[in-house]
């Protein structure tokens, strides 16, 4: 069964610290994976997406990484302000059936 | 930012009340999603659409119904609301090698 999973669950972190979010997924075959970060109550907002081929992405403050042989994405937040506070979902497309799966997401917090 | 809408942003009504939700995009995407969100849970995606006149169900069982007979234009329809729809519906839209662009959602609220 194709399946995305995001680790931490939540996290808490003090303003201006790093932090690395974790994206294990089985989906097979893989067209794209995707991170989103959602506000509280608004719809979620693109900030990568990478294919097969890449191995990282950045925007901004936001770095992608993606291992295609390990199935593992990681986002990496650098120094870390208030309005990061959010979830970060990992998304993967399936090339078999374009659809979409999406995991959990990672609630996070960032205090001043 | 995206080209995409949906109305209304918010919507309280009583049981048994048919609603449509409307969503619009204006970036000639040809495939639209819409999914549903309960407060802190993912998304689970109830309908999607990759042209006119194309529609289908998603992962998540949904007693809700949907139309595409414009390409810019996917509205979702319940008949006959109750409380267990009370969620946030979230409409989306992609192109061929896009990633998924969003609408601000539609928080409906079914007393």
């Known amino acids: 069964k194709n399946q995305v999973e995001q680790s931490p669950q939540s996290l808490i972190i003090l303003e201006g610290k790093n932090c690395t979010l974790q994206?294990?997924?089985?989906?097979?075959?893989?067209?794209?994976l995707r991170w989103y970060k959602q506000d509280t109550g608004r719809g979620p907002v693109s900030l990568t997406i990478?294919?097969?081929s890449e191995n990282t992405k950045s925007n901004g403050r936001y770095t992608a990484t993606l291992d295609a042989d390990t199935k593992q994405s990681s986002l990496h937040i650098t120094a870390s302000q208030l309005s990061d506070s959010a979830s970060y979902i990992c998304v993967v497309r399936s090339d078999s059936n374009y659809q979409l799966i999406w995991g959990a997401g990672t609630k996070l917090i960032i205090k001043p | 930012e995206a080209d995409i809408y949906q109305t209304p942003r918010y919507l309280v009504i009583g049981t048994g009340k048919k609603i449509t939700l409307e969503c619009s995009q204006t970036?000639?995407?040809?495939?639209m999603y819409w999914y549903q969100q309960d407060p802190g849970m993912e998304l689970h995606l109830i309908h999607y659409?990759?042209?006119?006149?194309?529609?289908e169900k998603g992962d998540l069982s949904s007693e809700s119904t949907v139309s595409r007979i414009r390409t810019e234009h996917f509205p979702l329809t319940l008949e006959s609301a109750r409380p267990s729809h009370t969620s946030q519906y979230l409409c989306?839209?992609?192109?061929?090698?896009?990633?998924?662009?969003f609408g601000q959602g539609t928080r409906l609220t079914v007393v």
């Open positions: 659409s990759y042209g006119v006149n194309s529609t």
């Open positions: 990478m294919t097969f």
């Open positions: 989306a839209s992609s192109g061929v090698y896009t990633e998924a662009f």
């Open positions: 970036m000639g995407h040809d495939k």
């Open positions: 994206c294990n997924y089985t989906v097979s075959p893989f067209s794209n």
